[in-house]
């Protein structure tokens, strides 16, 4: 294993004189995981930097996340150790198109997955998390909506919600949607005392023979009052190291080889350093996007 421990050393006075919080996602490396004083889905995260008297978060995820933490605490320095770490999927969708889409449905609210640029979000009026979308779309009184952008989790939350009527953008996670129904079944014929708990940015016929469908922090749970002793993971490989540390006598399977973001892993301990020591990049929301995407925010957190 790489020595990280003149870099940590650094990080950890760092932290200390910047008054920082260091937040990582569930998918970030094993050691980011390790030096973070967090480690959570979006959501928390985005929670936690807006709970906390810290004036510098530092973010080890992806732009979006980085962006919703900036849109719920503006007066706090956000950084992004990995300046070109996007989410592929949050680029599927643009607020011209959603506009035009607004067109086209005007009847329809527009729920926009947290995977979604700051613009987006603007010009949406509900935002939910993979680990909120199915209750929120239930409870919020619109009957019609434009679920984006991601089609798998669009088409998952319709399933489960078939009273209303759901305009599925077409977007998908790279990652997620590369596994297919013969490597779950492989997976299953390997090790078939092991539940597949699979994430619904997945292909439906993933999540359709899967054992549990859940958001990372929805699979961490099922874990944890799980009794099977071994599981088989759907999601990106990053979660596998906590739940790992959390229980050890467990043992988890990758669903598929595929199952990695490369975005998430763009975030290194020397960029972190980096981060601190320079205090950038940083990630600001022009209040004029600022606002309307904190609306939106505020109005999942309302109904959830
Ligand atoms: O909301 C998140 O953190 C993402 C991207 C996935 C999840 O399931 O937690
Ligand atoms: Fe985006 Fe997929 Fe990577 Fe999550 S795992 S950041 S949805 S590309």
Excluded at 51 to 77: N, Q, R, W, Y
Excluded at 151 to 180: D, S
Excluded at 221 to 244: D, N
Aim: charged share 20%.
């Amino acid at each position: 294993a790489t020595d990280f421990s003149a870099d940590i050393a650094a990080i950890r006075r760092l932290r200390e004189a910047r008054q920082a919080l260091i937040l990582a996602h569930n998918y970030q490396n094993d050691e980011i995981q390790d030096l973070a004083d967090i480690v959570g889905d979006s959501l928390a995260l985005s929670q936690a930097a807006a709970a906390t008297a810290a004036p510098v978060i530092v973010f080890c995820g992806v732009h979006f996340m980085a962006e919703s933490a900036a849109i719920l605490s503006p007066d706090k320095t956000v950084l992004l150790p990995a300046e070109t770490a996007g989410c592929p999927m949050a680029e599927m969708a643009s607020a011209d198109e959603v506009l035009r889409w607004r067109a086209k449905y005007p009847r329809a609210a527009v729920v926009a997955y947290v995977n979604s640029t700051a613009a987006v979000k603007a010009v949406s009026d509900y935002c939910c998390t993979s680990a909120n979308a199915v209750k929120l779309v239930r409870r919020i009184p619109e009957t019609e909506l434009i679920f984006l952008p991601d089609q798998n989790l669009g088409r998952f939350v319709a399933e489960q919600v078939p009273e209303k009527t759901i305009h599925l953008w077409p977007g998908y996670c790279l990652t997620h949607h590369r596994v297919t129904a013969a490597e779950l079944l492989r997976a299953k014929e390997l090790h078939p005392d092991a539940p597949v708990l699979a994430h619904p940015e997945c292909r439906s016929e993933v999540t359709a023979l899967a054992d549990f469908v859940g958001s990372t922090s929805q699979i961490i749970a099922y874990v944890r009052e799980a009794a099977a002793a071994k599981f088989i993971i759907g999601t990106e490989m990053g979660i596998i190291h906590g739940l790992q540390q959390e229980h050890p006598g467990k043992t988890f399977y990758l669903l598929a080889p595929g199952l990695v973001c490369p975005n998430m892993k763009q975030t290194t301990v020397a960029k972190v350093r980096l981060a601190l020591e320079q205090m950038a990049p940083a990630i600001t929301v022009d209040p004029a996007v600022r606002e309307p995407a904190r609306r939106a925010l505020d109005r999942m957190l309302a109904y959830v």
